[in-house]
């Protein structure tokens, strides 16, 4: 199956940013523009839990923790995804999981790992 490729994880102190980015497969780049993106987080002994995501009309959401601090964004021509994080904390470690979702198929990455160091 298609697999979405994550990128930008890694360690980082109290405060510091992060830019992940979510690259699609080539086989749904002609069925990419529709699709709603998430980023999931995946902590260790937590539940996954959705953190942010955007539609093809650019409608974002995001998860109360988030707010204020991550933005979602798309750019369509390079059918990648970015999450910007900004003063990250050290609940936000774990590992970020990027989903395409249309609907009728559904694609996911194996993640990158997000460590906020105290």
């Known amino acids: 199956q298609a697999q979405v490729v994550e990128s930008g994880g890694g360690l980082v102190q109290d405060g510091g940013s992060l830019r992940l980015s979510c690259k699609a497969p080539r086989m749904i780049t002609s069925v990419y523009n529709p699709m709603t993106i998430n980023w999931y987080r995946q902590a260790p002994g937590k539940q996954r839990e959705l953190v942010a995501s955007?539609?093809?009309?650019?409608?974002?959401h995001y998860a109360d923790a988030v707010k204020g601090r991550f933005t979602i964004s798309r750019d369509n021509s390079r059918k990648t995804a970015y999450l910007q994080m900004n003063s990250l904390k050290p609940d936000d470690t774990g590992v970020y999981l990027c989903?395409?979702?249309?609907?009728?198929?559904?694609?996911w990455g194996q993640g990158t790992q997000v460590t906020v160091s105290s």
């Open positions: 955007i539609t093809s009309g650019r409608i974002t």
């Open positions: 989903n395409l979702n249309s609907g009728a198929s559904d694609y």
